[in-house]
């Protein structure tokens, strides 16, 4: 009654009598947290809990928001303490060492982190939770080799098996530069598990990366058919159809996302710019990029997208608006500085046009990109004269 009134002050005196009358009501101990937690009071939550905990016989529910709480703040070192003492009343608690370890992870004690895991495989060495967490465990202390040991200790079958999938990809990708290998990680992989969705997107791109746009197109539209509504598979295979120069077919698809999310901002910002670039449909591309900046207010890559359907449309004092936006939320992305310096062209300021060119050239930009921004610098550099 008091809660529904939002009298939580009382509510909360209510329930402080109702655990005096039974110490150990759980139940009641709960609504304590959540009243806490919808004030705002989560630090005096966990200080509940914890003596709730110390003065009643241990719950299993108790414990996990205790754990929930120390996790959300961020009190490690609590937490580690509060374990040590779960520890010491049950030292061959393997979720306790888990927990454990956990914690020590998140303090980048990685080898407190360590012996707790080792112990838990004397325990029980088939745990594959235990293989996965040593893998990430040696991956942050850049032990790559005993990280790549534990992750293909992993099991097809087992609910770790896709992301100590990407851990391998990563490490062949990233660190040790062996497209091929991460390649034949990543299709083996597909080849046991057909159904991990989070795959497909991956090894896709790196066969762009890997110049095989044909290799990415053909898998993920055999993904397509697997999972026709899938909305991540759907707007990859767009994204791909466009890099192999499938336009049209990259439209179609990106259409079909939102046919399954009208509110997918990503979809509705690809569009925009595609038909922008191709100066077509420009009120529909100008409608799709109102749509997707209101969905992500902080995107600047969509504020850069309605930036240039502005200039597309002739309309250069509302594109520099918006194109500043994006420089600001993007400041090291070198095709918003160029359209950028596109709309101070158009609105007579050459000079701070050629400024936003260079500093676009200094940002590094693409090989399709870097042309057009060394034209327009050499055009104006020839138009302005040097400062003496």
Same mark, same amino acid.
């Given at each position: 009654?008091?809660?529904?009134?939002?009298?939580?002050?009382?509510?909360?005196?209510?329930?402080?009598?109702?655990?005096?009358?039974?110490?150990?009501?759980?139940?009641?101990?709960?609504?304590?947290?959540?009243?806490?937690?919808?004030?705002?009071?989560?630090?005096?939550?966990?200080?509940?809990?914890?003596?709730?905990?110390?003065?009643?016989?241990?719950?299993?529910?108790?414990?996990?928001?205790?754990?929930?709480?120390?996790?959300?703040?961020?009190?490690?070192?609590?937490?580690?303490?509060?374990?040590?003492?779960?520890?010491? *009343?049950? +030292?061959? @608690?393997?979720?306790? #060492?888990?927990? &454990?370890?956990?914690? $020590?992870?998140?303090?980048? !004690?990685? =080898?407190?982190?360590?012996?707790?895991?080792?112990?838990?495989?004397?325990?029980?060495?088939?745990?594959?939770?235990?293989?996965?967490?040593?893998?990430?465990?040696?991956?942050?202390?850049?032990?790559?080799?005993?990280?790549?040991?534990?992750?293909?200790?992993?099991?097809?079958?087992?609910?770790?098996?896709?992301?100590?999938?990407?851990?391998?990809?990563?490490?062949?990708?990233?660190?040790?530069?062996?497209?091929?290998?991460?390649?034949?990680?990543?299709?083996?992989?597909?080849?046991?598990?057909?159904?991990?969705?989070?795959?497909?997107?991956?090894?896709?791109?790196?066969?762009?990366?890997?110049?095989?746009?044909?290799?990415?197109?053909?898998?993920?539209?055999?993904?397509?058919? *697997?999972? +026709?509504? @899938?909305?991540?598979? #759907?707007?990859? &295979?767009?994204?791909? $159809?466009?890099?192999?120069? !499938?336009? =049209?077919?990259?439209?179609?698809?990106?259409?079909?996302?939102?046919?399954?999310?009208?509110?997918?901002?990503?979809?509705?910002?690809?569009?925009?710019?595609?038909?922008?670039?191709?100066?077509?449909?420009?009120?529909?591309?100008?409608?799709?990029?109102?749509?997707?900046?209101?969905?992500?207010?902080?995107?600047?890559?969509?504020?850069?997208?309605?930036?240039?359907?502005?200039?597309?449309?002739?309309?250069?004092?509302?594109?520099?608006?918006?194109?500043?936006?994006?420089?600001?939320?993007?400041?090291?992305?070198?095709?918003?500085?160029?359209?950028?310096?596109?709309?101070?062209?158009?609105?007579?300021?050459?000079?701070?046009?050629?400024?936003?060119?260079?500093?676009?050239?200094?940002?590094? +930009?693409?090989?399709?990109?870097?042309?057009?921004?060394?034209?327009?610098?050499?055009?104006?550099?020839?138009?302005?004269?040097?400062?003496?």
């Amino acid at each position: 009654m008091y809660i529904n009134q939002n009298e939580l002050a009382l509510a909360l005196s209510h329930f402080h009598s109702a655990l005096k009358l039974k110490p150990d009501f759980t139940e009641v101990a709960y609504i304590i947290v959540l009243i806490y937690e919808q004030q705002k009071q989560s630090d005096k939550a966990l200080e509940f809990l914890l003596n709730f905990e110390k003065e009643n016989k241990a719950s299993a529910f108790i414990h996990k928001h205790v754990l929930r709480l120390l996790r959300e703040f961020q009190k490690y070192e609590l937490g580690i303490q509060y374990l040590k003492e779960r520890k010491a *009343k049950n +030292p061959s @608690d393997i979720d306790t #060492l888990l927990q &454990l370890s956990e914690f $020590y992870f998140y303090l980048k !004690q990685f =080898k407190s982190a360590l012996r707790q895991l080792q112990v838990v495989q004397h325990i029980n060495p088939n745990l594959e939770e235990v293989n996965y967490k040593l893998g990430l465990l040696y991956r942050e202390m850049k032990d790559y080799p005993n990280a790549i040991l534990y992750f293909e200790k992993i099991k097809f079958d087992s609910i770790y098996y896709a992301d100590s999938i990407l851990q391998r990809t990563f490490y062949y990708y990233q660190v040790d530069k062996k497209i091929q290998k991460a390649i034949e990680v990543l299709e083996t992989a597909l080849e046991n598990r057909k159904d991990l969705v989070s795959l497909y997107p991956s090894l896709a791109s790196i066969y762009i990366e890997n110049k095989e746009s044909k290799k990415a197109v053909a898998l993920l539209e055999n993904a397509a058919e *697997k999972f +026709p509504k @899938d909305v991540s598979i #759907l707007y990859d &295979l767009g994204a791909v $159809y466009e890099k192999d120069g !499938q336009i =049209k077919q990259s439209l179609l698809t990106m259409r079909k996302v939102l046919e399954l999310n009208p509110d997918h901002p990503e979809a509705l910002n690809f569009i925009s710019y595609s038909l922008a670039a191709r100066k077509e449909n420009l009120d529909e591309a100008h409608q799709y990029a109102q749509k997707a900046l209101k969905l992500k207010p902080q995107s600047g890559h969509i504020a850069d997208t309605l930036g240039w359907v502005y200039f597309q449309q002739g309309k250069f004092k509302e594109a520099k608006q918006f194109l500043e936006k994006a420089s600001q939320l993007e400041p090291k992305e070198p095709i918003i500085f160029f359209h950028l310096g596109e709309a101070y062209r158009k609105l007579g300021d050459s000079e701070k046009a050629l400024q936003l060119y260079e500093q676009a050239l200094q940002l590094n +930009p693409t090989q399709d990109e870097r042309p057009q921004i060394q034209e327009k610098i050499q055009t104006l550099r020839k138009r302005i004269p040097a400062k003496k």
